[in-house]
Structure formats: C-alpha cells, structure tokens
C-alpha cells in the first residue's frame, strides 16, 4: 500500500521533479515507511514517478519505489497489494524469469514484462500503477476491477499528470482549479458522488474501476479510457443451491486465506452484520490459532446501536474487541481532518465513525484490516434490489413467482407493498430519465437549475441485460458505478489516514465472477431474503443468529441528534455555497436554522450534512481552487 504520483511534461515546462515531491508530500500518510523518485527524459520529454510506501510484503528495501526492470526498461510506481503474487512468482520462474527480491511489486513487474497486459486477468489483489515503456514511448495506467485503489489524472498544466488522491493531484500541478458544478449540485441536491470518472474538481477526473488508459509520450496523445475487466451475467444452471452454497464457502475461505499474507499485524473491521461477521468467521476457520483483533463503533443508548451482535460474534470466534463511541463533540472536533482526508464531499457521518475504528486499530499497533465491503452489491443486499428482481421475473413471464416474491419481500421488516411497487413501475423508466426526475422532485427546494449546467450523468451504462438477467446486471453494473465506488473511497481515504490497509475479500475476482452468473434466486429468496447464498454457505463460521438477522445497520451513527447539537456557525457555514447561482440562501437559512432547532423543515438530515460537508470541503481547499 502507498501513494504514487507521476508526471510528463512538455519541453520548456516547470520542472516535475519538484512538482512530484510536492504530490508525495502530501501522499506522506500512505506511505510513511520510505520515498523514492525516478526521473527520465523519454522522447524529449521529462517523466517523474515517484512514491510513498506502506511496508506491507517485504519489509525490506528490496520492496522500493519506483521499480526498475532489470534491463532498465520499464519503471514501475504501483499501490495495492498482489495477493497470489506466490502464485504467479512461481509461474514465472518455470517459465525462465528470475527474482531479486521477495516483493509482489516485482511480481507485478515481471509478470507485465513477460505477458503485458495480458498478465491483468491472473492478478488478484487490489492495485492502481502507472507503468513506463521506455522503448515504446508509453506510460500505461491501469485500475484494479472493482477500483479498490485510486487513481486520479489530469492534462491540466500541459502533458499529464497522476496522484492517489485529488488534493495531491491539485499540489502537484501547481495552479488554481475550477469548481466542477455539474458535480457539485448533483452532490447538494441528490447526494450523488463518485458515479463517473468525474471529481468535484473540473479537468481531474478518475481512472474507471476495471480500466486502463496509454498516454504516448512522444504525440502527448492520451487514450481514451478501455475497460480490461467486465464479468459476464449469463446464468449457469450447472449448480443445484447447496453445491452453490458450498463452492461459494471455499471460494469466500480461500479469499480471506490470500487475504491474510502480510509480514505485518493484521485485525479486521466488526460491524456486527452478517459481511463483516463473515469476515471475522472466516479468518478464524482458516487461521484457528492466530489472534484476532476486531475494531468495532458501537452507538449505546441509540436505535442504531449493534454492540449485542458485536460481542456475540466476538465471543463466537474468541476475539479480543476493540470498541470506539463516538459523540458529537468528538466529531465537531475531528471534521476538517476527515474532510481533509477523504478528499472530496461526502455522504454522512457514518464515515466518521468508520474514521475512529480506523484510528483505533492504528493506535492498538494494526497495519492491515479485513472488511466485509462489496458483499451487499454482489449478493443482492440492502433491500434486495426488488424491482430488478421483479422485472427478471416478469421478462420470463413469471406472474405466480412475482406475486409470491410480492408478498414474501413485503413481510421483511422496514418493507412495505408501496416501496416494492415504486421500484417496479422505476424500472419502466430509464435510468438517465430517473435522474432527471430526481432533480426534479428532490426535497432541498433550495435549489434553481442554471441555464448552461449540464446535468447529465456520465456512467458506464450499458445495454439490455439478457433476458430474465435485471437483477444480475444491476449488481454488476453497480460494480463500476454509482454506490460501491464512493464506499471503497470512504474506506480508503479513512484507512490510509492513519497508514493503514483495508482489504476486502469479497471483491475478489473469482468470487464476484461465480456470484454474477448464478441464479438470481440463489441470491434473493423467493420470499425476498437477500444474501441467500452466502446465508447458507457460512452455517457453522458464522452464528445462526446473525445469518439470519432481518435488519441491516452497518456503521451507522445518529446523525440528526449529533448534527442538531454541534452548535455550528450558520453564517459561516452558509458563506461556503453563497456564491452560487444555484443555491438560494435566502431560502435555505430559516429552513436549515428550523431542522437544528428541531422544528418541522422540509429539509433532511442527509441534506444539511452535504451542506455543511461541501462548505467545509471548499473553505478547506482554500486558494487551490479558483473563486
């Protein structure tokens, strides 16, 4: 794990190698255990790569950055981790290469050398690199297929220029960015972010989860973005339930055993919902006499409080516990840090709580965390994603199924008739028209659309599903884009803010490319139980109270209570989104100082948060950003 920054300039430019100290100072947290930097002139241009390191694999030199090839052709600034980077070694040497050290960076390294990017489907493990073809002239770029590892670039300043993280990228060229407002009232007015390769910030935007670009060195001709990876949603009907339910077991084991190789302390986030627990149940079965750490945020005297399902998953596997409760003052005072950290706007103060555990784990002398993020988008979690499942139902003209399913997903707790026919009669509309509806009825009633906005989304969105498949795509879709990618950036940002780094099994290769083509019935019941699969696949890691638990929570904190007694500046907090045509403040401060007085406002929680948030964020990036 690290941060990596690079840049290729045109003749005559400032030079990169100050601008790339410049981004890797402000990577410094992602990588406190060494720097390096490499500079070559390729083409009559300057190229600088360089890095910060988190010493994960190999704790000795041997794992520096940037990576030379032996032959001196190919440099190499890589973050992530390759987990079968054991595997792929001792494929490679009986294929006649030959190692210097013990790193998966050399791994990565060679295995580009020997295959090219053909080498990209037999990695496993979480990575975004950028690598530099001297003879032919290219700096490749490539991002991990569910886009666990960041990856930000721009052709601001002239030539091209890539960091980890946005504020780092900013640092690096070195000028006053313009506001991307596209972004930000899709962010204020529906709470949409990290949906598209677009950022908060005009001209920087995100390699795609799964994708790949080239930038041509010599013509300063950069690619358009080429996706590497996109699993196929047609159904296999070679498995009966169980024999899925007991592959999918092996497949979750052996991810949480690859998942496990560090030469450095490990523990794992506990929630106390059935991913997490299966996480923590699993490492267990795989390691029955290692010490298992769990970090968990607890919410006492509150309706979203988890702590009973903590400690029985923590009694279950004899863990020993680390809790975090957090208050509202504590949040007041750590806010600008965790807006520091994540980097851009962001959803609620859930992420604060998943901050302190990632704290907590620092301080109790953790490196690395196991986390149960992706199951929900690939097991059909959540609701249950009932109106896809309906609208596979009913492209197969099954009407007796769809009412039983009706019925069945309605008696779930928190569920009602009206919401499941509100999702279905969604799916009637398409998806970039749904938007446009949101924008419409959405409840800031705070906000007027500018003339010249183009509020349009810019996600990868395909085709038909095949027949009976909606629910399948949806999940696969989602992959990419909008939902799981703002979660892995949460995790990430909050994670490598106290040097430390998350993992998650489930979004490994082999099990999302076996749960994407099973029957949408292994994953949602015909009654409208979610997780179906995994509910049967994890009997005896996981305790049956917690499989078979009704509710989903996460981290959740109350955020209303703690919002309504900050005791926040609203003249100063408003003075952030004033200047924008497309916020009425005359509008929105009595009915802000209505909703933290506790009075009827038709404005939401979610709604002052992202206000207060996005204010935050802009008063923050000071004059990085132009007025």
């Known amino acids: 794990m690290c941060g990596i920054a690079g840049v290729c300039r045109e003749p005559g430019r ?87 050290t013990r790193s998966d960076t050399e791994v990565l390294l060679v295995a580009w050398q020997h295959w090219g990017r053909d080498c990209l489907p037999r990695l496993r493990g979480m990575f975004a690199f950028a690598l530099l073809d001297i003879a032919q002239g290219t700096l490749t770029c490539v991002r991990d297929p569910f886009g666990i590892k960041p990856f930000h670039y721009t052709r601001a300043g002239g030539g091209f220029s890539f960091a980890s993280e946005l504020p780092a990228l900013v640092d690096l060229v070195s000028r006053p960015f313009e506001l991307n407002h596209r972004q930000v009232y899709r962010y204020l007015h529906l709470g949409f972010y990290d949906e598209s390769a677009e950022t908060f910030v005009a001209g920087i935007e995100k390699l795609r989860p799964g994708s790949l670009l080239v930038f041509d060195i010599e013509t300063g001709r950069l690619s358009d973005q080429e996706r590497w990876w996109w699993p196929s949603v047609e159904e296999r009907r070679d498995l009966t339930f169980d024999q899925a339910a007991d592959q999918l077991r092996e497949l979750v084991l052996d991810s949480v055993r690859l998942h496990l190789r560090s030469d450095v302390p490990l523990g794992t986030a506990l929630s106390g919902g059935i991913d997490s627990s299966v996480i923590v149940g699993a490492m267990r079965h795989v390691a029955p006499d290692a010490e298992v750490h769990t970090f968990s945020y607890v919410a006492r005297s509150s309706p979203v409080n988890e702590e009973p399902w903590v400690d029985l998953m923590n009694a279950h596997v004899g863990a020993v516990p680390h809790k975090v409760v957090a208050t509202s003052a504590e949040l007041l005072r750590d806010l600008d840090d965790v807006i520091r950290a994540q980097g851009e706007p962001f959803g609620s103060t859930s992420i604060y709580a998943q901050y302190r555990v990632f704290r907590a784990a620092h301080d109790a002398g953790v490196t690395v965390t196991l986390d149960g993020q992706g199951a929900d988008e690939l097991l059909a ?247």
Not at 533 to 541: D, T
């Open 381 to 627: 979690g959540y609701a249950g994603y009932p109106g896809y499942r309906v609208r596979s139902l009913l492209s197969q003209g099954r009407l007796a199924d769809v009412v039983r399913f009706a019925c069945g997903w309605s008696a779930e707790p928190g569920r009602t008739p009206a919401a499941l026919a509100a999702a279905t009669a969604a799916q009637v509309v398409p998806r970039r028209s749904r938007d446009r509806v949101r924008l419409v009825t959405a409840r800031t009633r705070v906000m007027t659309r500018p003339e010249d906005l183009d509020l349009r989304t810019t996600g990868q969105l395909v085709g038909d599903p095949p027949r009976g498949r909606h629910l399948a795509t949806v999940l696969r879709d989602g992959l990419v884009d909008r939902g799981l990618e703002a979660l892995l950036r949460h995790a990430d940002r909050n994670s490598m803010a106290f040097s430390i780094e998350s993992r998650v099994p489930f979004l490994h290769v082999d099990v999302a490319e076996f749960l994407l083509t099973l029957p949408e019935d292994y994953l949602v019941s015909e009654q409208g139980q979610t997780k179906r699969v995994l509910r049967a696949a994890m009997r005896g890691v996981v305790p049956d109270a917690i499989l078979d638990r009704r509710d989903k929570i996460g981290f959740e904190t109350p955020q209303g209570s703690w919002m309504q007694t900050l005791g926040l500046d609203l003249d100063a907090w408003l003075e952030g989104v004033q200047d924008y045509p497309y916020v009425d403040v005359d509008a929105l401060r009595p009915r802000v100082t209505d909703w933290l007085a506790g009075r009827r406002s038709p404005l939401d929680e979610d709604v002052v948060w992202r206000l207060l948030n996005f204010s935050r964020w802009r008063e923050l990036m000071g004059p990085r950003l132009a007025q």
């Open 14 to 100: 400032a030079a990169g190698v100050g601008a790339v100290k410049a981004a890797l100072d402000a990577l410094k947290h992602r990588g406190p255990d060494d720097i390096g930097l490499e500079q070559r002139v390729v083409a009559g241009r300057e190229v600088v790569l360089g890095q910060t390191r988190l010493a994960v694999i190999d704790l000795t030199s041997g794992g520096h950055q940037p990576m030379v090839s032996s032959d001196g052709r190919h440099l190499l600034v890589f973050n992530g981790e390759i987990y079968n980077y054991r595997e792929l070694r001792r494929e490679l040497e009986a294929a006649g290469r030959t190692f210097a």
